[in-house]
């Protein structure tokens, strides 16, 4: 089974600070996708990597930034944290963009 | 208007109904996806369809791409399919890469 995990399930920053979430995937898989979830707006796509180093943006790239130097991990990175981006990130990967995502346990982050 | 449209937005029912829950779109799509969240974050993909109609145990899947339509029915439904059901499709060419979430359903059913 194709496991996707995140390092933190819960998360509390303070404003201004950087934060990192990362996400794990055991499959080997091309394509890693970070989301966020709001209540009212749905799942919304931050940043998207299909290959080691290679990153596009999303939807919503403000204020994040992206990492992917190993195939199997891809991070987030808030470079400087504000509290409306207090939310849930979800971490997911695929094996093509055409193909199925897999979605990791989320992180909710709260930004005080 | 969101590109992909779900109704209801909550939905209570009782042990045993039978369930549906719907989503429209408004673009041309090459697949839908079904997913189920549970309490707690994590999701989980059910279906991917681009035509007609997938099955797995209780759960039906349909799609009418003229009508740019698509249904996830639950049969005898248990407390345990208590969830956030999300629909997501893919775009036909550009943007092909991701997925448009309509808002999700949350479904309760009471024993």
Known sequence: ?112 | KNEVEQSPQNLTAQEGEFITINCSYSVGISALHWLQQHPGGGIVSLFMLSSGKKKHGRLIATINIQEKHSSLHITASHPRDSAVYICAVRGLIQGAQKLVFGQGTRLTINP
Not at chain 1, 45 to 65: A, H, N, R, T
């Open chain 1, 1 to 112: 089974d194709v496991k996707v995990t995140q390092s933190s399930r819960y998360l509390v920053k303070r404003t201004g600070e950087k934060v990192f979430l990362e996400c794990v995937q055991d499959m080997d898989h091309e394509n890693m996708f970070w989301y966020r979830q709001d209540p009212g707006l749905g799942l919304r796509l931050i940043y998207f990597s299909y290959d080691v180093k290679m990153k596009e943006k999303g939807d919503i790239p403000e204020g994040y930034s992206v990492s992917r130097e190993k195939k199997e991990r891809f991070s987030l990175i808030l470079e400087s944290a504000s509290t409306n981006q207090t939310s849930m990130y979800l971490c997911a990967s695929s094996y093509s963009p055409y193909n199925e995502q897999f979605f990791g346990p989320g992180t909710r982050l709260t930004v005080l």
